[in-house]
């Protein structure tokens, strides 16, 4: 079994910054990777940014590429999402995903992140 619990969603101005954090526990040596998704209501969960375990390779949507930052902490079984400069359009709840073989398998609850202008 996998846990995640997802923290530091919260409402911003636009232009301003956030930091969400993903603390993984359970059986997490089965997870590959690790993701962020969000979702507005009335549209699909949409990706937003990936890092997998072993290497760090990251990958980020083209919506928020040279934005947000992805990183771990292998030690404490944690992932982070660095947003700056947010906007409007980034209000969302948002996701933390577990992945395994490339698919997403665990989620956590989400967290809110509501930028006004």
């Known amino acids: 079994q996998v846990q995640l619990v997802e923290s530091g969603g919260g409402l911003v101005q636009a232009g301003g910054s956030l930091r969400l954090s993903c603390a993984a526990s359970g059986r997490t040596f089965s997870i590959q990777g690790m993701g962020w998704f969000r979702q507005t209501p009335g549209k699909e969960r949409e990706f937003v940014a990936t890092i997998s375990w072993s290497g760090g390779r990251t990958y980020y949507a083209d919506s928020v590429k040279g934005r947000f930052t992805i990183s771990r902490d292998n030690a404490k079984n944690t992932v982070y999402l660095q947003m700056n400069n947010l906007k409007p359009e980034d209000t969302a709840v948002y996701y933390c995903?577990?992945?395994?073989?490339?698919?997403?398998?665990?989620w956590g609850q989400g967290t809110q992140v509501t930028v006004s202008s």
């Open positions: 995903a577990g992945s395994e073989g490339g698919t997403p398998r665990y």
